[in-house]
């Protein structure tokens, strides 16, 4: 794995600090890494829009102190259904090096009841139902309206038209993730997905340290669903 733009802290949910994932990111050999911690409309693992500022210094003062990678500060937004269509203000944006977006539940306006009992009980995701409609909407508002690098887990937590989204992202030069961490993309979603012309990543969407650049299983996916491993961006063969 070249870079690993997607992991978490302790400054949303995760268990490790800024340092920790770095210095694994360091061990592996990655030439780049984002801490992208959860969107502040998140209302339990969001970050405190307060402590940005920390984060920011911290990361100028780790780029001292390993001076052999790339370390970003980013957010993996939240997906709204109503304008801006993700929980980061412009301003907030600019104080970014890279902006990434999911859906999530715990967020409000994001349709958060039906996708829950969606995604236990299977209601709601047919085909057409309105559910897909609203969710695929919501994604697609987020990609048009914002300069989304990485769209994260497509397909999870609720029913999505996933070629409507690829298209979408093809379309805005944003980057399809097949996740470490959930299980979508799934192979048939990775499918769908590749008939457009859309570039893919792998995030480890790591939580604990340890986890920061774990590629294989979703590699493993890719491969399985027929998807040129040359299309994935952020790994190489050695
Ligand atoms: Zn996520
Ligand atoms: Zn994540």
């Given at each position: 794995m070249i870079y690993d733009h997607h992991t978490h802290t302790t400054f949303s949910h995760g268990k490790g600090s800024i340092e920790d994932n770095v210095k694994v990111a360091v061990e592996k050999g990655l030439k780049s890494i984002a801490i992208t911690d959860h969107g502040p409309g998140h209302l339990t693992y969001g970050i405190d829009r307060d402590k940005v500022k920390a984060?920011?210094?911290?990361?100028?003062?780790?780029?001292?102190v390993y001076p052999q990678i790339?370390?970003?500060l980013g957010v993996e937004a939240n997906t709204l259904r109503v304008a801006p269509y993700i929980d980061l203000t412009e301003d907030?944006?600019?104080?970014?090096?890279?902006v990434l977006a999911g859906y999530h539940f715990g967020i409000l306006r994001a349709g958060m009841i039906p996708n829950y009992i969606s995604n236990h009980t299977g209601l709601f995701s047919g085909e057409d139902s309105s559910l897909r409609v609203e969710n695929t909407a919501m994604i697609l508002n987020a990609l048009y309206e914002n300069d989304i690098?990485?769209?994260?887990?497509?397909?999870?937590?609720?029913?999505?038209?996933?070629?409507?989204?690829a298209?979408?992202?093809?379309?805005t030069n944003t980057m399809i993730?097949?996740?470490?961490?959930?299980?979508?993309?799934?192979?048939?979603?990775?499918?769908?997905?590749?008939?457009?012309?859309?570039?893919?990543?792998?995030?480890s969407d790591a939580h604990v340290s340890s986890k920061v650049g774990s590629f294989?299983?979703?590699?493993m996916r890719a491969l399985q669903a027929g998807l040129d491993p040359e299309r994935i961006v952020n790994i190489e063969k050695i």
């Open positions: 984060m920011r210094d911290e990361i100028e003062r780790l780029k001292l790339e370390i970003l907030e944006k600019k104080e970014l090096d890279i690098a990485i769209l994260t887990h497509p397909g999870d937590k609720g029913p999505f038209d996933i070629e409507d989204i298209k979408a992202c093809a379309d993730e097949i996740n470490a961490k959930h299980k979508h993309l799934t192979i048939d979603e990775i499918k769908l997905a590749a008939k457009y012309d859309v570039k893919f990543v792998i995030g294989e299983e979703p590699l």
